[in-house]
């Protein structure tokens, strides 16, 4: 069980495609399928046909706006998931992405939302994407060189930044990747 919350949190960490995806919420799912059915029905059953029209244009049109619609919902239920991953306000990004039109609201969303917020695993205290150590109690969340202090890779024998010897340093030992023997 702790594997698969490990692999989620790291999933969440670099960003994995798979991850953003599971983020989209069964019911905006079920929407985008019912606004694409919806579409189809409505373009192929309900608009008047007209002799010598074109069926290759209607199905077409059908699944080009179907597809839109579809799009749109999905992209509304990712954007409520995520608001709340990121402290935003729900309801205003909502507002936004529902009521503008042509999906402005959501790029705008996507250019001005703030990163992801985690916790501290040892005070529960909110820490953003780049800290190296919790600032209320100085719990290390991300291995750094003990010379500089810059980010290194859990696997690094020395630092990029300063050349500093990693295996030196007293880093907890949650944090090592290979075991100083």
């Known amino acids: 069980m702790a594997e698969v919350h490990e692999r989620r949190d790291r999933d969440r960490d670099t960003g994995n495609a798979e991850y953003d995806l599971s983020l989209i919420p069964t019911w905006s799912i079920l929407l985008a399928a019912?606004?694409?059915?919806?579409?189809?029905?409505?373009?192929?059953?309900?608009?008047?046909?007209?002799?010598?029209?074109?069926?290759?244009?209607?199905?077409?049109?059908?699944?080009f706006w179907g597809s839109a619609l579809a799009s749109y919902a999905l992209l509304a239920g990712y954007v409520s998931r995520d608001v709340k991953r990121?402290?935003?306000?729900?309801?205003?990004?909502?507002?936004?992405?529902?009521?503008?039109?042509?999906?402005?609201?959501?790029?705008?969303?996507?250019?001005?939302?703030?990163?992801?917020?985690?916790?501290?695993?040892?005070?529960?205290?909110?820490?953003?994407?780049?800290?190296?150590?919790?600032?209320q109690c100085r719990f290390q969340t991300a291995p750094v060189c003990g010379q500089c202090y810059r980010?290194?890779?859990?696997?690094?024998?020395?630092?990029?930044?300063?050349?500093?010897?990693?295996?030196?340093?007293?880093?907890?030992?949650r944090l090592r990747a290979y075991h100083d023997e």
């Open 86 to 135: 990121r402290n935003m306000s729900a309801p205003l990004w909502m507002l936004m992405v529902i009521l503008m039109p042509a999906g402005i609201g959501a790029i705008v969303y996507f250019l001005v939302r703030q990163p992801v917020v985690s916790r501290c695993p040892h005070c529960s205290t909110e820490l953003q994407a780049g800290f190296n150590f919790c600032p």
């Open 151 to 173: 980010s290194v890779q859990i696997t690094d024998i020395y630092c990029s930044n300063c050349g500093h010897d990693l295996a030196t340093d007293g880093a907890p030992r």
């Open 34 to 63: 019912i606004f694409f059915v919806g579409l189809q029905y409505l373009f192929h059953f309900k608009m008047p046909h007209r002799h010598g029209e074109l069926l290759a244009m209607r199905i077409a049109m059908g699944f």
